[in-house]
């Protein structure tokens, strides 16, 4: 949404807005049932169904996003779904718009679904037509299961630029990345908690798996296995090429409680969130240990994560004004 443009051409939103979107629309997206009543009307619903129902996300994400299409975001994207009819991941990316119109969907659609988080959101249907009249039907839910750290699919999308010889990358080769620059932002994990455990787990049918006091272990496996083998790849290909301060992930992977739930919209848990986001800012750079899987601080030269933003932040405007002096149509590659 932050690449989607306003009615003067502008960006919808400002990267400061984002705070204030959550706090007003997640506990609509994320009613909350309180009490032991409640409570069991939430396993309940676990049981028989998503949690939620989405109307209300559906509701404001195509208000806000109303008509605006792929093809009209301001910055180049790449979104990734997955296709519980193909099997396969499904990949909105701004690059691949331009020679496949049946990809060229409405952006709200494609928000909603990779939103789709499987037990918590309804699975979403839609369809568009290329430029020959031909209907191409989308069955998605979360790109998360496939791409929880998308990270990768973005590298990969440029990468495929970089062979086709577009422009905006020259002169760089295939694979060079040590020209790259990634920032990849996790949502944070529970790593430390250690919830799960193989003599707890041993016992546990379809049931248990998909609902054990009041989380998804099975969700939290996959998410987790996916954005953490993403995190050590880019983590060591980065450094076997002695460029690892071009790719910083900022991460908290000792979130406890509620804090580390996907779905407690409460007035308390958001402001907590948000506390824990700015605290993550004045934290040291940190990066994956790879036998652990924790994460752990680097030299002190990088500083914290507030300031390897700025430093990436003065990079990016110096690679803008470049690319504007050669091409002024030229537009920056961002990851959702």
């Known amino acids: 949404m ?34 032991p009543l409640g409570q069991a009307a939430k396993i309940l619903r676990a049981i028989s169904g998503p949690r939620y129902n989405g109307k209300y996300l559906h509701e404001i994400v195509r208000r806000k996003l109303g008509n605006t299409k792929l093809r009209q975001t301001l910055t180049n994207v790449v979104i990734p779904t997955f296709d519980i009819k193909r099997l396969q991941p499904t990949i909105f990316s701004s690059y691949e718009v331009k020679n496949n119109s049946s990809l060229d969907a409405l952006l709200s659609d494609i928000c909603i679904g990779t939103s789709a988080a499987p037990t918590y959101l309804p699975s979403y249907f839609f369809q568009t037509k290329d430029s020959d009249g031909s209907v191409r039907e989308f069955n998605l839910i979360d790109g998360g299961v496939a791409a929880n750290n998308p990270a990768l699919v973005a590298m990969g999308e440029v990468t495929k630029e970089v062979f086709k010889g577009n422009p905006d990358f020259f002169p760089i ?22 919830r799960y455990n193989a003599k707890q787990a041993k016992g546990w049918g379809v049931l248990s798996w998909l609902l054990s006091n009041g989380s998804n272990p099975l969700v939290d496996v996959f998410m987790q296995a996916s954005a953490d083998m993403v995190d050590i790849h880019i983590s060591v290909a980065f450094q076997a090429l002695h460029s690892s301060r071009n790719y910083l992930r900022i991460e908290d992977d000792v979130l406890t409680g509620t804090i580390a739930s996907v779905d407690i919209a409460t007035k308390e848990n958001l402001e907590n969130l948000d506390k824990v986001g700015e605290d993550l800012l004045k934290k040291p750079v ?28 003065k990079l990016l405007s110096e690679e803008r004004r470049l690319r504007e002096a050669r091409s002024p149509y030229s537009r920056l590659t961002w990851s959702m």
């Open 173 to 194: 080769k295939p694979m060079d990345y040590c020209r790259f620059l990634v920032i990849s932002l996790g949502t944070g994990s529970s790593k430390g908690e250690e």
């Open 286 to 313: 940190s990066r994956v240990n790879l036998e652990t899987g924790h994460f752990e601080p680097v030299d002190k030269g990088e500083g914290t994560n507030e300031e390897a933003l700025i430093r990436f932040a």
């Open 2 to 35: 932050l690449t989607a443009p306003n009615e003067e051409n502008r960006p919808m939103f400002a990267a400061k807005d984002i705070k204030d979107f959550y706090v007003k629309h997640s506990p609509k997206i994320f009613p909350q049932c309180g009490g």
